[in-house]
């Protein structure tokens, strides 16, 4: 074990990584582009499997919290001390270089490293290394970027839940190697429209508009029209997979506050029920989602997210405000007495940035 980092190694492309282990066993790893920080996790060894065992109490008690005990089991994580490695922070310092694999390759070198190192702890053993986000034990959040890592990595490893098992050394940047141009958004592209703006201009000049007229108005701004409600009407990017909602009136104000909130706040069960939000204006007159097929007449929604969703003061489930694969993607509605402790996540709140002025730091383990 040693305070300082250790050599450069790695990552995929331009990008390398470095890994410090502090004494008390934390391992810290930084990720470069050439000798700029662009990110970096935290991740340390978790002594026992009693605390994910008490964990899933509340998971009985509350019906609330992960099942991480049972798929640890589940997995085979035998013995007193299993080599469990738990991720505490994850994060992309600088938001260029977002949507580039960087994530999901950062985790598989903490894996790798974590696999390396296991049988060299105090109270290590050569068997599998079992890797797990901090939510397993109650304490932090994992954020909705970084539980897409983890549903990544569990395509391809072992997995139960949000565990993975790891029998063999990782190959790091497997995915951004195979994959290098996958259709990622590009916040960058996003910056680039000025939406306060435009959103302003919208009101003014389209809050009575036709669909002929909304069609000009897009095409003038290099937008493209994709479709209308009650109170906002919805535009497609000309090269980023997102829509952007711009309002009729205050009412269409007031649903982009709400869906963003309802994005913001909402429990990881909830948020899988949702198509994602990318960006919001406080004042509710732009609002930036992703992009996906509305649902056709006939498909439809899983009677279990229509309950959740209910239960939760969710509203208008008319086919149309739903995609192809059952989320809802108009949440613009809301009743917030429903919005119970169990439909909110358990902390850190404040994760929908402002594509005006993106912050960058993003999952947390
Ligand atoms: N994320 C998206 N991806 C693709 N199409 C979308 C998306 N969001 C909305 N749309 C399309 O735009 C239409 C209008 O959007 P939305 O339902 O959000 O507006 P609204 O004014 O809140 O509607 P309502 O009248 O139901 O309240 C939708 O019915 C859908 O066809
Ligand atoms: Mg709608």
Redesign the pocket.
């Given at each position: 074990m040693s305070n300082v980092f250790g050599p450069k190694k790695p990552l995929f492309g331009p990008y390398t990584y470095r890994v410090k282990r502090n004494v008390n066993d934390d391992t810290l790893l930084a990720v470069y582009h050439g000798s700029k920080r662009i990110a970096h996790m935290d991740a340390y060894w978790a002594y026992s499997v009693r605390t994910f065992e008490d964990r899933e109490e509340d998971v009985r008690r509350y019906g609330k919290g992960l099942s991480c005990y049972t798929d640890l089991r589940t997995l085979g994580a035998e013995g007193k001390y299993p080599n469990i490695l738990s991720v505490s922070h994850a994060f992309i310092d600088d938001p260029a270089y977002m949507g580039k694999g960087i994530g999901r390759a950062m985790y598989e070198a903490m894996m790798a490293e974590g696999y390396a190192v296991r049988e060299t702890r105090v109270s290590g053993s050569p068997g599998p290394l079992f890797f797990v986000p901090d939510v397993c034990k109650g304490v932090g959040s994992t954020s909705a970027d970084a539980l897409r890592v983890w549903a990544s990595l569990g395509r391809d490893y072992p997995s139960a839940g949000v565990v993975i098992r790891v029998d063999a050394p990782p190959v790091v940047g497997s995915r951004a190697k195979a994959n290098p141009r996958r259709r990622r958004r590009n916040p960058d592209a996003l910056v680039g429209l000025r939406l306060d703006a435009l959103a302003e201009d919208f009101t003014e000049k389209m809050a009575n508009g036709t669909t002929a007229q909304m069609r000009r108005w897009a095409k003038k701004h290099g937008l493209t029209y994709?479709?209308?409600?009650?109170?906002?009407?919805?535009f497609?990017h000309a090269t980023e997979p997102v829509?952007i909602?711009f309002v009729f009136s205050s009412y269409?104000q007031e649903?982009n506050q709400n869906?963003a909130r309802a994005w913001r706040e909402a429990s990881p069960n909830i948020r899988k029920h949702l198509?994602p939000i990318v960006a919001a204006d406080p004042a509710g007159r732009w609002l930036v989602?992703?992009?996906?097929?509305?649902m056709r007449a006939t498909q439809y929604t899983e009677k279990d997210a229509l309950a959740d969703l209910q239960g939760c003061g969710f509203l208008?489930f008319?086919r149309?405000?739903f995609?192809s694969d059952g989320r809802m993607?108009?949440y613009?509605?809301h009743l917030w007495f429903r919005w119970s402790e169990e439909c909110r996540g358990t902390s850190n709140p404040r994760r929908t940035r402002s594509a005006t002025r993106p912050t960058g730091a993003r999952s947390r383990g």
């Open positions: 994709v479709g209308e409600g009650e109170s906002r009407a919805v497609g829509v909602k269409g649903a869906e198509v989602m992703e992009r996906v097929k509305p208008d008319g149309p405000n995609s993607l108009d613009g509605q």
